[in-house]
């Protein structure tokens, strides 16, 4: 999937997008060639934790190629993660920094940099079926973080499309729970600079989400059986 997922051009706006930053790149990584390309996922395979964020950062999944690595968000990401011990390193910069996942798996609803950190509708849900596959291949997940509102609905539509609902749907908030099927889904404020800035997500609520995870992780139940694979649509 990681080799599909790579060579993807199924968003023509989107990988422009990637490989124009990648081409005329920050003025701080001008030295650096960027990845400028779908970020594929990463972690534990055998993760009963999968966290679900929007999409890589221009700057930041687009230029090293791993999510949520090189950039603000992946600071306040994975020092939340380490603090738990679900991170093996408090800081991501490189795809070759040595760090590794512990129970741990993290992806995107969209796995292109869109400008301004907005994917189109369009762009989500053509990019979804990756995150269908997902779900259907990291058989010990039990619970899903969705970090921000457009991971949280992302993911709803992906269980939905596993024919895994619930009604009503439930609505995006900091710390919210729900059951869906097998999965326990958090919610949690993305680690934006918009959130983090402005204190609307501190450390300690963004810590306190993994330490429940970790929680329900460890005595959550066993999954649903396997269904076949869903390939991306064009
Ligand atoms: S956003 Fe997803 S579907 Fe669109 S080009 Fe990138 S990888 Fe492909």
Redesign the pocket.
Known sequence: MHQD?IN????LR??KWCQTVAKEKRAAYTGETYWGR?VPSFGDSKARILIVGLAPGAHGANRTGRMFTGDRSGDWLFGALHSVDLASQPTSVSRNDGLKLNDTYITAV???APPDNK?TIE?RD??LP?LVQELEELRNVRVIVALGSFAWDGTLLALNQLELTTKPKPKFGHGVETMIGPYHLIGSYHPSQQNTFTGKLTKPMLRSIFERAKTISSTAGSRRPSRSSLA?RA
Do not use: A, D, M, S
């Open positions: 997922l993807c051009k199924l968003c989107l990988t779908p969209v796995h292109c994917p762009e053509r990019c990756y991306p």
